[in-house]
């Protein structure tokens, strides 16, 4: 059901997404360059997030991420992210033991997105997330929790449809590149799981 869901707001997501290009088609590839002069402008100033959804043979992440940042320049994003994921890991006896974990992380972090094209942008995002564990032993249904922290760094590539003071949405494939035990985005061997994160962001002061 929850991945009914996700796949449903990715959906939708997208065809804002293309909907936006359908109104305004001449905007959706090019820059704006106002307030993009080395000067601080309220102008560039946006407010959004994504979901975000991870999976693998046995792992499934499901996640929510608001954000708030500033349009540096005409190809340059950065700002603030606030992390909200769960992850599960099923039940099996030769991969978990027979080990069900349930994880729910909160955290957060900063981002950058550079465009190196109009729709094409390398991103990276590095986060401290807290995180709590929920393991069960299926066979006798005993159950233990533990808290714990991790680091992660997220690296990868993105489309998007972006116009300086207008708007953007934006579609991304990330992995997580420093492998921390803990980290909710790898598996229980440590081995990174795609992550896939589409968003929207309105910048707060429209030309």
């Known amino acids: 059901m929850i991945k009914k869901i996700v796949f449903a707001g990715i959906l939708w997501i997208a065809g804002l997404g293309v909907f936006a ?54 190809w340059l994003d950065a700002g603030v992210v606030l992390n909200f994921n769960y992850n599960s890991i099923r039940a099996d006896p030769y991969y978990t033991g027979n080990v069900r974990y349930h994880t729910f992380n909160y955290g957060g972090g900063v981002f950058a ?26 066979p006798t249904g005993e159950t233990t929790s533990y808290n714990a922290n991790a680091t992660s760094t997220l690296v990868g590539i993105g489309y998007g449809q972006r116009v300086v003071g207008q708007g953007s949405f934006y579609i991304a494939l990330m992995f997580d590149v420093l492998r921390d035990k803990d980290s909710p985005y790898n598996d229980l061997d440590g081995k990174a799981l795609p992550v896939v994160r589409a968003g929207f962001n309105i910048y707060l002061h429209k030309r």
Do not use: C, H, M, W
């Not at 550079?114 to 997330?129: A, M, R, S």
């Open 21 to 74: 290009q359908e109104r305004n088609p001449q905007r959706v590839y090019t820059y704006s360059d106002e307030g993009a002069n080395g000067g601080f402008s309220k102008n560039n100033l946006f407010l959004g997030g994504s979901l975000a959804l991870g999976f693998g043979s046995y792992n499934f992440n499901v996640g929510a991420s608001p954000e708030i940042g500033y349009s540096l320049n005409n």
């Open 113 to 138: 997105r550079g465009y190196v094209l109009p729709f094409l942008f390398l991103t990276v995002q590095p986060e401290y997330n807290l995180v709590n564990v929920n393991a069960k032993y299926v």
